[in-house]
């Protein structure tokens, strides 16, 4: 292997947050289309718990979350400083979140009727008052999450804020987040992201 390889899942959003931050860095990969419901052998043997998306290194090194494929992307070469863009701490605080609580309720949301304790209402309007709200509240202070310049939370946040839209889009675009809205609109309309959203066929070995 000469150069990384990326196994990856066009949809997820964990490995779009990777192929963004790869992309960024101007990195040459290989990305490996995969089946979550037909896994290749190749993805499991490499990362036995055969989540997506898993980065091969060259030197045998294997990058198993989505955070660290883009902080080690963005450490090779981070162009518009995704990474010094905003404090880490305000950072991680967004990413803890995203990725804790409201992906938690962004799934309950989304498959409500596996999770008949509330109702998708309930599940979604959580999902709002736990992350949502407050990023429309910050909206309205600047185009971006955190200071003035996009960072690792924006590009982090961004496929998982997409996916909670796409739930309901007649509620979403009617609901009081104009500001949000717009941010997932500038962000899923750039070159970058509609470039890793570019279909590919599915890898198979050899
Ligand atoms: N913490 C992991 C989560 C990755 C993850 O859960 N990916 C999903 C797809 S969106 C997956 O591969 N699930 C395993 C499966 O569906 O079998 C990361 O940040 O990379």
């Not at 839209?165 to 609901?175: G, I, K, L, N």
Request: hydrophobic share 45%; charged share 20%; net charge positive.
């Amino acid at each position: 292997m000469n150069r990384p390889v990326l196994y990856s899942f066009r949809r997820c959003p964990y490995a779009i947050r990777a192929r963004l931050a790869l992309r960024q860095a101007g990195l040459d990969i290989e990305i490996r289309e995969i089946e979550l419901r037909n896994k290749s052998a190749e993805l499991i043997a490499a990362s036995p718990k055969a989540s997506v998306p898993v980065l091969l290194l060259p030197d045998g090194q294997v990058l198993e979350q989505s955070l660290d494929i883009m902080h080690w992307a963005l450490a090779q070469h981070d162009p518009e400083g995704w990474l010094s863009a905003a404090p880490r701490a305000a950072q991680a605080a967004l990413i803890d979140c995203n990725d804790g609580p409201f992906k938690a309720l962004l799934d309950r949301y989304k498959y409500a009727d596996r999770h008949p304790q509330a109702s998708a209402a309930q599940w979604r309007d959580a999902a709002v008052e736990l992350l949502l709200a407050p990023l429309e509240s910050g909206l309205q202070r600047g185009q971006i999450l955190l200071g003035v310049r996009c960072s690792l939370a924006d590009m982090s946040l961004l496929p998982f804020v997409r996916q909670f839209a796409a739930v309901d889009s007649t509620w979403f675009e009617q609901a009081s987040l104009p500001h949000l809205r717009r941010w997932l609109a500038d962000g899923v309309s750039t070159p970058r992201f509609q470039a890793v959203m570019q279909k590919q066929a599915v890898w198979r070995a050899g």
